[in-house]
């Protein structure tokens, strides 16, 4: 699909070939006329094994396939970085939950009905608290992955007007200002095989890097805040100290338990469901602290906290599945809107240099007591109801000699135990510049005339779920928006 050559000139630069610039790249050159180039820092592993088997995503976190990113240290340990009414589209889709027979997910569902919990299976509901199906982007014939790699981008590689280079870096964008002393992306700055290049875009440049290299472009090529830059020696081109703040990812906590003789959970997610801050039917009983969400007239606190004060939107998501060995389940827990925000930037004019990450997890205590009361909730899973019958007694995995009791208990061991999902966005944000936004609702960049980003970190709110169905959406409303642009 990719080639490690790169053509000096095209109309349409998108920076990263993951899931946004493979979208865009797939329909921007369904016009011929138009020239589109992907650059991708990475190697081609469309079709890699690993990549298509979606039990094997644990393989793909070393150097080979991704960017070994560390935060900064955070709280004690935590350190480490869709039937026939389904939709449709170029991703397979599959619905593992839709049907199940299996009696362990059967007495879930029961176990959930008794909290309050019906499920259902619309695919499409007018609230996020439930017990319902989800959608995986698997193939439900081949049970292989679907991504915009062997979907979008497979299927555009033999147009004669796209072309998709990998192991090629892009180190800056490269500006020049109009009349009206807007900036105009003129091209991209890129290192291929050890060699500085440039490369002409005639139309835009498209920022689709990721939450975390999206903004280090941003200020390595002069944009973000002042005091930083200049700090940096780098020409400040548009101010924005927007530029790397609102950081947002989903923590997540596992508990594994010991199945009885005989019970098997299967493969991949089995079930789940997602839990408000009360009780299905009563008033939320978490948010009582109002002193934590001062701050200024519409901060994002006060938009997190009407969304989770309704007994219908989900705080977190609980789910179980199976993972390293069949004799055991897992029983997870993912936070749905944190109220913490963190932050990315560089600390160098070097592109070699990692950025400063600091998720600042935790650091706004109403994260941590909502996780520390749907883990108590979780915690009894295993122990009580339907469920119960399938495991056994003082079954937990280690650390196993961590009691989870009360709030304290369940605090405590978040604060060691819990983990990234991998999910972060917000760090470009689609709000008014004044409110901390980075891009316009047509993405551009502000103070830009023709740099867009199209990637999860325009999000000014992280999706309660898993962000990648929100970032195929986003693509493809950018691509609408720049046809039109053009027509």
């Not at 020239?35 to 644990?58: F, H």
């Not at 299976?121 to 439930?130: M, V």
């Not at 147009?159 to 490269?174: F, G, H, M, Q, Y």
């Amino acid at each position: 699909m990719a080639t490690r050559s790169i053509t000096q000139t095209a109309d349409y630069v998108i920076v990263g070939g993951g899931t946004a610039g493979l979208v865009l790249a797939n329909r921007l050159s369904e016009d011929p006329q138009v020239e589109v180039l992907v650059i991708e820092s990475g190697r081609n592993i469309t079709e890699d094994p690993t990549v298509q088997d979606p039990s094997a995503w644990k393989s793909l976190l070393g150097p080979e396939t991704a960017w070994q990113l560390e935060t900064v240290p955070q709280i004690d340990e935590i350190a480490e970085i869709d039937s026939d009414d389904a939709p449709h589209g170029p991703i397979a889709v599959c619905f593992p939950s839709l049907g199940q027979k299996n009696p362990i997910a059967r007495a879930w569902n029961e176990q959930l009905e008794h909290m309050g919990y019906k499920t259902t299976a619309d695919l499409f509901p007018t609230q996020s608290a439930g017990n319902r199906c989800y959608t995986a982007a698997i193939d439900p014939e081949s049970m292989l992955r679907s991504s915009a790699g062997s979907e979008y981008g497979v299927a555009a590689s033999n147009r004669s007007n796209l072309t998709i280079t990998t192991e090629v870096t892009v180190t800056k964008v490269l500006f020049s200002h109009n009349a009206g002393s807007m900036a105009v992306a003129t091209g991209v700055m890129v290192v291929v095989d050890g060699e500085t290049k440039s490369i002409t875009a005639r139309k835009e440049v498209i920022l689709s890097a990721g939450a975390f290299h999206t903004p280090k472009l941003l200020e390595l090529s002069g944009l973000g805040n002042h005091d930083r830059l200049t700090e940096l020696g780098i020409p400040v081109i548009v101010e924005n100290p927007g530029v790397g703040e609102n950081l947002q990812n989903h923590l997540m906590c596992v508990r594994t338990h010991e199945l009885k003789g005989g019970s098997t959970i299967g493969k991949g997610i089995q079930s789940l469901a997602f839990l408000p801050c009360g009780d299905p039917q009563g008033e939320p009983k978490i948010l009582d602290n109002a002193s934590l969400l001062v701050g200024h007239e519409k901060n994002p606190h006060d938009v997190v906290r009407s969304i989770l004060s309704s007994p219908n939107e989900a705080s977190c998501s609980i789910f179980m599945t199976f993972i390293d060995s069949e004799d055991f389940a897992c029983f997870g827990l993912m936070q749905s809107i944190p109220f913490s925000r963190g932050s990315t930037h560089i600390v160098s004019p070097s592109p070699d240099e990692n950025p400063r990450i600091d998720p600042r997890f935790y650091s706004n205590a109403q994260d941590l007591d909502i996780m520390a009361h749907h883990l108590l909730t979780l915690e009894g899973f295993p122990r009580a109801g339907p469920v119960s019958s399938f495991f056994k007694p003082d079954g937990q995995k280690p650390p196993s000699n961590i009691a989870i009791t009360d709030l304290e208990s369940a605090k405590a061991y978040l604060r060691k135990n819990a983990v990234t999902t991998y999910h972060t966005c917000g760090t470009a944000a689609m709000l008014p510049k004044h409110k901390g936004g980075v891009v316009d609702q047509d993405l551009k960049v502000y103070g830009t005339e023709n740099l867009r980003v199209v990637d999860a970190s325009i999000f000014p709110l992280i999706p309660q779920a898993n962000p990648m169905s929100t970032v195929y959406a986003v693509a493809e409303r950018a691509a609408d928006l720049i046809k039109d642009s053009q027509a």
